[in-house]
T-cell receptor, first 116, second 114 residues
Framework: GAVVSQHPSWVICKSGTSVKIECRSLDFQATTMFWYRQFPKQSLMLMATSNEGSKATYEQGVEKDKFLINHASLTLSTLTVTSAHPEDSSFYIC????????????FGPGTRLTVT | AQSVAQPEDQVNVAEGNPLTVKCTYSVSGNPYLFWYVQYPNRGLQFLLKYITGDNLVKGSYGFEAEFNKSQTSFHLKKPSALVSDSALYFCAVRDSPPGYALNFGKGTSLLVTP
């Protein structure tokens, strides 16, 4: 089946620094990638949707300048948390869809971000 | 907007007994429904989906789900639970175009005891 990887799997950074998380589709071309955020024991909340070569579409309440998303190729999307603060600590999960009308999304293993 | 509801925060079942994890949906148009499982500190694993066709959908690890249009439900079931089934289960519905994102329920924690 389709495989999506994320790197790093966990990261600890100091408040005020920026962190980049990578999401890669390993064996298929992902025209659309999604970034979700999950707080402990809670559901996944969609942050943004990105299509290859286009600007990401952010959900209401998500700061575009804080969570920078780049989908430069059909196999890679990145999420950069800029000027991170402790409240940005969370579990970030990406997913990828192979084609515009595909019904299925393939999820990465997630990245645990802790901001101290 | 499309949405799903999972009315139970936790479901407890003894190993070997049948299990049901409930999900109801609210959509405009045809529903595209999914079940995912999440183990601690891990991403989501796909279990099964309903797009169209038979109301009983069979998925991974012996799970199945029944689509019930009149009751707007999509309950996840397994005839005989295993301790290793203990995890967090999410029901999801695909959003309307153009987003195609998934809207998740709050999740149900399943605990299977020996």
């Amino acid at each position: 089946g389709a495989v999506v990887s994320q790197h790093p799997s966990w990261v600890i950074c100091k408040s005020g620094t920026s962190v980049k998380i990578e999401c890669r589709s390993l064996d298929f071309q992902a025209t659309t990638m999604f970034w979700y955020r999950q707080f402990p024991k809670q559901s996944l909340m969609l942050m943004a949707t990105s299509n290859e070569g286009s600007k990401a579409t952010y959900e209401q309440g998500v700061e575009k300048d804080k969570f920078l998303i780049n989908h430069a190729s059909l196999t890679l999307s990145t999420l950069t948390v800029t000027s991170a603060h402790p409240e940005d600590s969370s579990f970030y999960i990406c997913s990828a869809s192979g084609e515009r009308d595909s019904y299925e999304q393939y999820f990465g293993p997630g990245t645990r971000l802790t901001v101290t | 907007a499309q949405s799903v509801a999972q009315p139970e925060d936790q479901v407890n079942v003894a190993e070997g007994n049948p299990l049901t994890v409930k999900c109801t949906y609210s959509v405009s148009g045809n529903p595209y429904l999914f079940w995912y499982v999440q183990y601690p500190n891990r991403g989501l694993q796909f279990l099964l989906k309903y797009i169209t066709g038979d109301n009983l959908v069979k998925g991974s690890y012996g799970f199945e789900a029944e689509f019930n249009k009149s009751q707007t439900s999509f309950h996840l079931k397994k005839p005989s639970a295993l301790v290793s089934d203990s995890a967090l289960y999410f029901c999801a519905v695909r959003d309307s175009p153009p987003g195609y994102a998934l809207n998740f329920g709050k999740g149900t924690s399943l605990l299977v005891t020996p």
